[in-house]
């Protein structure tokens, strides 16, 4: 077993359609356990600026931090986690671009049979999910008010963030988490894991819809304090 130094710092990164607010359940635990905690508020519009946001907020970190990515966060922290202040990545129901992959060649060949996140048309450059199939797809284990705010408070996820490619995904040199939501009908779980393995990436499994960062803050929380523990295997 490797190590790294022990993390005292955290930065949340959320995903397309929806704010930085879902960590809110993550947030209180770790704060509660003596974390220094910060949550990004990406707008979503670009992949590089997405990166500098959340550089931005890492740049303010004071030593060792562990950077959490949920579904399009993961491109978002593959690139980012090459801060210096990084010590560990880790991936919550979240893609794990390669050199030159994007979110959207992500998803170009889904596995047969798997379901079709129910995306809308682009408009004026920005997608949307379908309000009304919104919590089967992406919070099926919330409680039915809780995912309809998360649907009518969607957030524009701007083209040029889904097809943002990552140049140096930063889990090739170093440690790297994943939490894999097997009820997830956004991201599939087999591609969840086969983006996981590839990284190397220490896994973890959990009952969960794509929001599990949000129904299961708990389980969220055990592999962020793996991952600033220093193990990676």
Excluded: C
């Amino acid at each position: 077993m490797s190590t790294v130094p022990e993390a005292r710092n955290i930065v949340l990164v959320h995903g397309g359609f929806v704010d930085g607010s879902g960590w809110k359940g993550v947030y209180e635990l770790l704060r509660a356990d003596g974390y220094t905690v910060s949550v990004v508020q990406n707008p979503t519009l670009s992949l590089d600026g997405d990166v500098a946001t959340t550089n931005l907020v890492l740049d303010a970190q004071d030593g060792p931090t562990v950077l959490v990515g949920h579904s399009y966060g993961g491109a978002v922290i593959s690139e980012a986690g090459n801060h210096q202040n990084v010590s560990a990545l880790v991936y919550v129901a979240a893609f794990v671009p390669d050199k030159g992959e994007s979110v959207n060649t992500l998803i170009a060949d889904p596995p047969p049979g798997a379901p079709v996140p129910p995306i809308l048309p682009p408009r004026e450059g920005f997608l949307f999910l379908d309000r009304e199939k919104f919590a089967a797809s992406f919070a099926g284990d919330l409680p039915v008010d809780e995912a309809r705010f998360l649907a009518d408070s969607q957030v524009p996820w701007g083209l040029d963030a889904l097809g943002g490619t990552v140049d140096r995904p930063a889990w090739r040199a170093k440690p790297s988490f994943y939490l894999v939501a097997t009820d997830d009908r956004m991201i599939p779980p087999p591609a969840q894991r086969a983006m996981a393995e590839r990284a190397g990436a220490t896994v973890s499994e959990t009952g969960g819809s794509h929001a599990v960062y949000v129904s299961k803050p708990a389980e969220v929380v055990a592999l962020i304090k793996q991952a600033a523990a220093g193990a990676t295997g």
